[in-house]
């Protein structure tokens, strides 16, 4: 979803960058859709959701019935004045989200392997950018009273922001697709880009 003002026009460049991402369709056990993009972010943003979820062969080698493995969102925004804190006029916020087994939710390395993840998924896919920032975040989640039965869950958040230089509107689909990528990743569901590791252990 473009958010603009009706009095105004959408940039030419903008426009363009858009079109390659409605271009986007699901592959493999990635789903992408087109959701409502934040309108307080940027003066333009568009935004795609997607959720990665188990085929057959999966289930069978985990041996768990889990279908949603991981899920997130991606961010395009677009500012004409390029903030200086962007060094650009085009910047990617992304969130991805998945449960991971216990054992590893409490690896205290865990932080830097998935934005490990994030570098590699970007530079396999030929990505440049800038000012690439972010936090990868564990969450327990504990029930008590009636819900106590709930075992306790890990999940993993990353949250990641960069600056992509693109000097054709088909250059964002890189970025895209370095993004498809990293959600695989976090998910433990090959195939993985080259020289990046599974999740072992994964239950989601």
Same mark, same amino acid.
């Given at each position: 979803? !473009? &958010?603009?003002?009706?009095? &105004?026009?959408?940039?030419?460049?903008?426009?363009?960058?858009?079109?390659?991402?409605?271009?986007?369709?699901?592959? =493999? &056990? !990635?789903?992408?859709?087109?959701?409502?993009?934040?309108?307080?972010?940027?003066?333009?943003?568009?935004?795609?959701?997607?959720?990665?979820?188990?085929?057959? =062969?999966?289930?069978?080698?985990? +041996?768990?019935?889990?279908?949603? /493995?991981?899920?997130?969102?991606?961010?395009? /925004?677009? @500012?004409?004045?390029?903030?200086?804190?962007?060094?650009?006029?085009?910047?990617?916020?992304?969130?991805?989200?998945?449960?991971?087994?216990?054992? /590893?939710? =409490?690896?205290?390395? /865990?932080?830097?392997?998935?934005?490990?993840?994030?570098?590699?998924?970007?530079?396999? &896919?030929?990505?440049?950018?800038?000012?690439? +920032? +972010?936090?990868?975040?564990?969450?327990?989640?504990? %029930?008590?009273?009636?819900?106590?039965?709930?075992?306790?869950?890990?999940?993993?958040?990353?949250?990641?922001?960069?600056?992509?230089?693109?000097?054709?509107?088909?250059?964002?689909? @890189?970025?895209?697709?370095?993004?498809?990528?990293?959600?695989?990743? !976090?998910?433990?569901?090959?195939?993985?880009?080259?020289?990046? %590791?599974?999740?072992?252990?994964?239950?989601?």
């Amino acid at each position: 979803m !473009v &958010n603009t003002s009706p009095l &105004n026009r959408i940039p030419a460049e903008f426009s363009a960058v858009t079109s390659v991402l409605r271009e986007a369709r699901d592959t =493999n &056990n !990635v789903s992408i859709s087109e959701i409502p993009a934040p309108a307080k972010l940027a003066p333009y943003s568009y935004a795609l959701g997607a959720e990665v979820t188990a085929d057959e =062969n999966f289930i069978a080698a985990s +041996g768990e019935s889990i279908e949603e /493995l991981a899920t997130g969102r991606i961010v395009v /925004l677009f @500012d004409p004045d390029a903030p200086e804190e962007w060094e650009g006029s085009f910047r990617i916020v992304s969130y991805i989200r998945a449960e991971l087994e216990h054992e /590893l939710g =409490n690896e205290t390395m /865990l932080g830097h392997v998935a934005w490990s993840w994030l570098e590699d998924a970007l530079e396999a &896919n030929d990505c440049e950018l800038l000012a690439a +920032g +972010g936090t990868t975040t564990r969450v327990l989640s504990e %029930s008590f009273g009636t819900l106590a039965t709930r075992p306790a869950t890990i999940d993993l958040e990353l949250r990641a922001s960069w600056t992509p230089i693109i000097t054709e509107p088909e250059m964002i689909g @890189d970025h895209l697709e370095a993004w498809i990528d990293l959600l695989c990743t !976090v998910a433990g569901l090959p195939p993985l880009p080259e020289g990046v %590791s599974a999740l072992p252990g994964r239950r989601r």
